[in-house]
């Protein structure tokens, strides 16, 4: 008796049995295949995972399954088993994970194949004199064909004149036939301009990363512009010699084509990029060029690190400390972590590179666990930039820029450069406040303000994306007087246009930004060259080089320093540093300046006098001494529902349930259940409930059993609940 164990999307931790298909060989079949099967009422496409001939269930019970879709398995088998040690890991079911390593199409149950492009050819035999003299076109056209014995598409032959409309004709004579092709794109020429001559540090962090063939972890530290980029270029490049393929990883490449420009400026070789601007179509195509060998070089975002490569050679992750390869919704899973599998199994070297790397992937290195590999030189000669604070309390603002900062833009304007002026919060202001009895417009499904937009004017909440006109009376007192609080990037960008009417000034955000090629065009007039203001959240932090900007002016340091995240002060670091390192590319020194109230706040000034490095080992003594990550594990257990107090009793006696049970595995505990930071979001009560493991073994013991139970108790279907492993924030 042959039972096929599938692997099935659904919220259920367990694999399911079927018989085989009617009709089906089961000595042909290998784990990994996909298999359509019936699922309750549904079809539902799951991956096999085991041929067995024994199950729990009686047999007579079982379905048979209704088809095998593939006779090879579309990943191939390591690459199954991280994306199954992934859903342990990530306590995330099992068929659901391994259906999020698939491209689309292929969930979807479309061939594992290429598109196949339609091309005609002439027919064996076929000759012109089989035609009568007058058919003039019909001759033409088989002309044509004869010319291409290969095949040539109908868009080809309409570009050389032929008249297809001709071609049934043709066929219907016997004289024409249409096939299927592939597009493939052949690879002979590695190089397509020559690499830069490497400064010593480049030179000696290339020689670690090429010294190791096999698995190696390194970190690439260096400030921005130091040339990290041409690194990986040149360990891409030895790769590409040896006949190897290389896997990188950005954090987005749909706003950033620079990025992808810089590998096809330097390669000739077929690359692919997989990003969420592509067609599934694409991006299907796309990665069975990778996995056949054909693409040489694949960029992508988090979801490719499941990629398959025929000849892995490298994975390298750029901007590692990045949060979004964590994903943050269903698989919460880790690229850059999972690439640290990955790479081992593969016996490859992974390549980190960031200027401000997180704590995690610093402690590795401090620890000797990765090599720690720095650039501490810009390359080609340009200085880094000065860093200054500027103590704002008890200076008058003008919609948020002091009297010495607006100072110092207009001196650099006059002088013919550029500025870039830093601000986290897209629309024109975060609340909208009554200026007789201090009544705010708040969400009403989100313990948060509504953001005031004014183009189009709106209220908008950034949280559940609630949006609503703007009221004319307080709803409080009826009064008129609404006067909008605080400063958001299209009231800046406002302000900075009266202040500075001569200059064009250009804001950069999520609204400005959302038109097709918006992004490009902003590149476009900045590149120019001519003075102008860029204003703009996090998005200009990212991927792109501005060589005019040489002041960057950051309008509020403060925000994120006293989060109530653990990670708050890391991640202001980080994105401070981001930003600053647009300033002054090329050969123009630049100038950074902070508006700040806590200007001798000892980490701010630390981070601003001695580097981020120095401001790292002073956090990580501080989450050392506080036993936080990295020097502890933990796992989220989040619990929502629309009932207010819901949540958080159930996550109560989840807890409750489990310590009556069982004793807590040593080196564990956990805290809460709390309500979360933000209570209330979008209609739904949440709380959260943190798990602490001294050790992973430690908290994965413990995770085992709270999912046991979760799945045990009747409450969890009725309330939202999810687990984080490893969580990029505590919201
Ligand atoms: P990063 O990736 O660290 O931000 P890049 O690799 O983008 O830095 O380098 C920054 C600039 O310096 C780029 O314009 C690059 O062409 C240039 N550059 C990098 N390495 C060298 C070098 N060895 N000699 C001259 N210029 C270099
Ligand atoms: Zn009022
Ligand atoms: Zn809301």
Known sequence: MTILRLAIPSPLRRLFDYLPPAGCNPTQLQPGVRVLAPFGKREVIGILMEITDQSEFE????????????????????????????????????GDALQQALPVLLRKGQPCEYQHETLWRAAEGASIAQLKANAHRQIALLQLLLEHPQGISTDALRAE???????????????????????????????????????????????????????????????????????????????????LQALVLVPEIGLTPQTVNRFKQRFSVPIVALHSNMTDR??????????????????????????????????????????????QDGFRYSARDLAAMRARDEQIPLVLGSATPSLETLHNAIEGRYHWLRITQRAGNSAPPRFELLDIRQIPLQEGLSPALVSAIRQHLESGTQVLVFLNRRGFSPTLSCHDCGWIADCTRCDAHMTLHQNPPHLHCHHCDKQSGIPLHCQECGSDQLQPVGVGTERSEQAL????????????????????????????????????ILVGTQMLAKGHHFPKVTLVAILNADSGLFSADFRGMERTAQLILQVAGRAGRADHPGTVMMQTYHADHPILQTLVEQGYSAFALVELNNRKAAQLPPYSHYALLRAETSQKGRAEAFLGAIRQQLEDDLLLPPGAHWIGPFPSPMEKRAGMHRAQLMIYGQNR????????????????????????WSIDVDPADTF
């Open 497 to 532: 246009q009266q202040l500075f009417p001569d200059f064009p000034v250009i804001r950069v955000d999520r609204d400005s930004t959302q038109r097709k090629h918006a992004m490009q065009e902003i590149m476009h007039q900045v590149n120019s060259g001519d003075p102008c």
């Open 697 to 720: 073994k430690a908290l994965h013991q413990l995770l085992a059993s709270l999912c046991w139970y979760l799945e045990q108790n009747p409450e969890s279907r009725k309330v939202r």
């Open 161 to 243: 004149g032929g008249q297809v409309s001709n071609l049934s004709t043709l066929q219907e004579k016997g004289l024409a036939e249409s096939f299927q092709r592939c597009h493939k794109t052949p690879t002979s020429q590695i190089l397509h301009e020559a690499p830069l001559p490497l400064n010593p540090e480049q030179a000696s962090c290339l020689q670690q990363i090429n010294a190791e063939q096999a698995f190696s972890i390194n970190l690439l530290e260096g400030i921005t512009g130091s040339g990290k980029t041409e690194v990986y270029l040149q360990a891409i490049e030895q790769r590409l010699n040896a006949g």
């Open 282 to 327: 694409q991006r299907l195509d796309a990665w069975l060029q990778a996995r056949e060998g054909i693409a040489r070089i694949v960029i992508g975002t988090r979801s490719a690190i499941f990629t398959p490569l025929q000849k892995p050679g490298i994975i390298i992750i750029d901007e590692e400390h990045d949060p979004s390869f964590k994903q």
């Open 59 to 94: 047999l007579s019970r079982l379905k048979p399954a209704r088809s095998i879709l593939d006779t090879e398995p579309p990943l191939p088998r390591h690459l199954l088993k991280l994306a199954r040690w992934a859903a342990s890991y990530y306590q995330h079911p099992e």
